[in-house]
């Protein structure tokens, strides 16, 4: 009947089996991209967006640093799986202050991504024609190593990598 034809009718579905696994047409890299390690928000009230993680969320919240070679003030707000970075700007030339005049309000600015080699990351995304903006790393928010993609060569977002 019914059932007999539906299931005659219906399309084979294949699978790949792992002796025939499309990895194998993927070059090994020489690094790894690891977890995520935070995602950056740019706020114009600093002290506001602290107090809604800490008193109204509950969060775990640090205390203000400045970095000025970046331009910024940072606060991290603890997750259980990740972070959110809350940045504020520092001084006239901060990337920050040109993204909130853009976006009044603040909003999401970066995600940050470990790598477990970030010199041979930068060797192989320049390969792949993904540009870095800047010639070497500088020190993050953490003490280390950090670089940022290209949001035109990362569909749409600013990607920071950060030496786990």
């Given at each position: ?5 539906w ?50 969320l ?16 940072t ?49 192989e ?40």
């Open positions: 009947g019914l059932l007999t034809r299931q005659t009718s219906a399309p084979t579905i294949r699978t790949l089996s792992s002796s025939n696994s499309s990895s194998q047409n993927i070059p090994s890299c020489l690094w790894k991209l690891g977890r995520l390690n935070h995602v950056a928000i740019a706020v114009p009230d600093l002290e506001k967006a602290q107090s809604l993680y800490k008193d109204v509950g969060a775990q919240v640090s205390e203000t640093v400045a970095l000025p070679e970046h331009g910024v003030y606060v991290f707000v603890e997750l259980g799986n990740t972070k959110l970075e809350l940045l504020h700007p520092l001084g006239e030339k901060s990337p920050i202050a040109s993204f909130l005049q853009k976006n009044k309000t603040g909003g999401m600015h970066h995600i940050c991504i470990e790598v477990d080699d970030i010199k041979a990351a930068m060797t995304l320049k390969k792949k024609k993904i540009r870095i903006l800047s010639e070497e790393p500088k020190i993050g928010a953490h003490g280390k190593p950090v670089i940022f993609l290209h949001p035109k060569d990362c569909h749409g977002v600013l990607v920071e990598l950060e030496q786990a």
